[in-house]
């Protein structure tokens, strides 16, 4: 039990760009600048540890044995103190391994003493306070409160940096999410990855990674031209044509019993492949306007919802009517295909900068074959020798590479299959100069990680460069059940509607307070609550709730220059039920930097609102414990102007935060009172 109070373990990804669990070793420290709370606290307090072990070996006072890699994590119980090491454990195993013998606890109260010598001499060492032992050999560290609050004006001064730090050392990434083909509208399914997309992007970017935002999308193909035989029928429609519109919907192919298919990247379904290993993928979109047509009197492929007769009046509007006049069916179609497609794509970029998501590429499939791109990459296929002939068609010797079949890259009919595509989009990435890049795919998607680390491999780069955050579904709920209905898409509720009935921030909180891969139930009646129970508002409340603070500072004359400068280490004086607080607002504000590089390096965004929520809880307690302006209190000056430049960082902080997260930091708020 008491090896579990002092570990956190990380739910590491095996895709991570960095290792989750950081371990250190003496060639960890060789050049470590200290840059006030830019360098991971962790970190500092392990180079102390790794340095003492190296000293105690040199005066052979420890085996001379290679420093093992050892853990430096936060201690889940604060009893234990700030951080909880294994190293003497390690080093005992390391010295037993040499055959010797050696007891964890005794090297332990070794290491511990040494620590304590040397953060009493050194003082860029000055953050520890104390350092004891627990169990069979732990080493527990816990900082200074002088230094805690120190810390406030480092904080402050780091302004909207706070909680960078250097982990990707300007590695640029490639951040690939949502990407879906403009057939329909953003559903709350493909919410969840726009949103784990951008959080993780805006980590990344804070983590010291250059990134791109990408949007991958394909305006022709066969689903474009299942949307133009959709759009034909409304268009007719809009026109009062009923005939012809019904003529034409009797001409649609009727949808096939679904069959078991391999999910491609782009997930685009074209005519059936001749091949085993060529492309015969469903997508989501698909599968709706399937769903969406059984409520037509005859099921047709095609999509068939409110939000396509909405469309098809916007299309005439703008002079659609002219593309039914083509006599050629198939030309007609995709003309009509390719305009819906145009709307649409604009309204999935108006849905998505509502939700406060943003792209830096909008990247078209359909230019792959156009600019030689499709053709190059399959050149370099045959250059790399991972190609080979069979039944006509050309094939690409995945497996060698850890994916589960070969796979057809050209069919025999000579045209490229839409692992063609995937190649040649991803060859167009790292010729980019992308050193890494990320793929934010749903959870049916599972098999096409080893898929695209064999493409990547196949261009000849390491399959670590590429990878793949999958995503869980989405459930919508009121009243304990499930929401399957919406306005515009019959089958599916839009992103849209979720904008109008909660807005852009809880929906983007709400998303990402589960992680990747646990499916999200939506709970919309506790999404709809405007009181301290609704988890978003409670971080939004604490900054309005700062911020109220200071204004009613400023009624009183209480200038920001007044208490900008203040000497908060006058608090550590403060009785310990209120000092308590104080110190534990600046310990949530230092773990950003640890949050940072956890959702970096496991790319699981969740932990980033699960922070947020405990900063918020510790800016209440501190607001709720240490008076500032209250009336009938006896407080000292230099003590109301340390609170108030604390408050301050605890602001500023949960700014820093919500930024992140990507939703606003409010100046007022009005909340509704719980029922009891």
Not at 19 to 41: K, N, P, Q, W
Not at 250 to 278: I, T
Not at 301 to 328: I, K
Not at 536 to 547: D, E, F, M, N, P
Request: hydrophobic share 40%; with cysteine.
């Amino acid at each position: 039990m008491l090896e579990d109070l002092l570990r956190e373990q990380s739910s590491g990804s095996p895709s991570a760009l960095f290792s989750a669990r950081m371990d250190y070793s003496l060639s960890s420290f060789t050049d470590v600048e200290l840059r006030g709370v830019v360098i991971v606290i962790r970190d500092l307090v392990a180079e102390v540890i790794t340095r003492s072990v190296a000293a105690l070996q040199e005066a052979d006072e420890l085996p001379a044995v290679e420093i093992p890699p050892f853990e430096v994590e936060r201690a889940q119980n604060p009893v234990f103190g700030d951080y909880a090491t294994n190293v003497a454990m390690k080093l005992a195993a390391a010295v037993r391994a040499s055959g010797a013998k050696a007891n964890p606890r005794a090297l332990a109260e070794t290491i511990a003493a040494r620590v304590r010598e040397t953060a009493a001499v050194v003082p860029a060492y000055d953050l520890i306070d104390s350092v004891e032992v627990a169990g069979p050999g732990f080493i527990n560290v816990r900082l200074a409160n002088d230094w805690l609050l120190r810390q406030t004006a480092a904080i402050l001064a780091a302004g909207n940096t706070l909680g960078c730090i250097e982990l990707g050392a300007g590695q640029r990434v490639n951040v690939e999410f949502v990407s879906a083909n403009p057939t329909g509208p953003v559903t709350v399914g493909n919410g969840r990855g726009a949103f784990i997309g951008d959080a993780l992007a805006s980590v990344l970017s804070a983590a010291g990674y250059e990134v791109t935002r990408e949007y991958y999308f394909n305006n022709a193909g066969g689903q474009i031209n299942r949307l133009g035989g959709s759009m034909e029928y409304y268009l007719l429609l809009a026109q009062g044509k009923t005939v012809e519109a019904e003529a034409v919907h009797a001409s649609l192919p009727e949808v096939q019993a679904k069959k078991k298919r391999v999910y491609s990247h782009k997930d685009d379904a074209e005519a059936e492949a001749d091949e085993p290993g060529a492309d015969d993928e469903a997508t989501p979109h698909d599968e709706a306007a399937e769903e969406q047509s059984a409520n037509t009197p005859v099921r047709k492929e095609g999509y068939f919802a409110p939000f396509y007769e909405s469309l098809a009046e916007r299309m005439l509007a703008v002079g659609a009517a002219s593309l039914l006049d083509e006599q050629d069916v198939e030309k007609r179609r995709a003309g009509i295909g390719r305009a819906a497609s145009d709307l649409i794509i604009e309204d999935i970029k108006q849905t998505l900068q509502k939700m406060r998501v943003e792209f830096d590429v909008w990247f078209n499939e359909a230019s792959l074959g156009p600019s030689g791109e499709l053709e190059q990459g399959i050149a370099d296929l045959r250059a790399g020798g991972h190609t080979y002939e069979k039944d006509g068609a050309l094939w690409v010797r995945t497996t060698d590479f850890g994916d589960d079949l070969d796979r057809v890259v050209l069919r025999s009919n000579g045209f490229p299959t839409y692992f063609a595509s995937d190649v040649a989009y991803m060859r167009n990435k790292f010729n980019r100069g992308f050193d890494q890049l990320i793929f934010v795919l749903g959870a049916d998607h599972h098999g096409y990680i080893a898929r695209l680390k064999s493409i990547a491999q196949s261009l000849g780069h390491p399959a670590e460069r590429a990878h793949v955050v999958l995503n869980q579904q989405v459930t919508l709920k009121v009243d304990g059940k499930g929401v399957k209905m919406g306005k515009r898409l019959g089958n599916a509720v839009t992103l849209d509607e979720l904008y109008e009935d909660i807005g852009p921030d809880v929906t983007r909180f709400f998303y990402l307070m589960r992680s990747n891969d646990t499916p999200l139930e939506f709970d919309l009646n506790l999404a709809r609550k405007q009181t301290d129970e609704n988890p978003g508002l409670s971080v939004q409340y604490a900054h309005a709730r700062a911020a109220g603070v200071l204004r009613k500072a400023a009624d009183q004359n209480i200038t920001e220059e007044q208490y900008g400068d203040a000497n908060v280490s006058v608090l550590a004086a403060d009785p310990p039920e209120q000092l308590t607080y104080e110190l534990a607002l600046i310990r949530q504000i230092l773990r950003m930097e640890e949050i940072v590089e956890r959702v970096a390096t496991t790319m699981e965004p969740h932990h980033l609102t699960r922070y947020a929520m405990d900063l918020a809880d510790a800016f209440h307690l501190y607001y709720d414990h240490c008076p500032i302006l209250k009336q009938g209190t006896d407080i000292a000056t230099e003590v109301r102007m340390a609170r108030l430049r604390l408050l301050r960082a605890g602001q500023a902080a949960l700014a820093r935060a919500l930024t992140l997260i990507g939703m606003s930091a409010p100046e007022r708020m009005e909340r509704e009172t719980p029922e009891a």
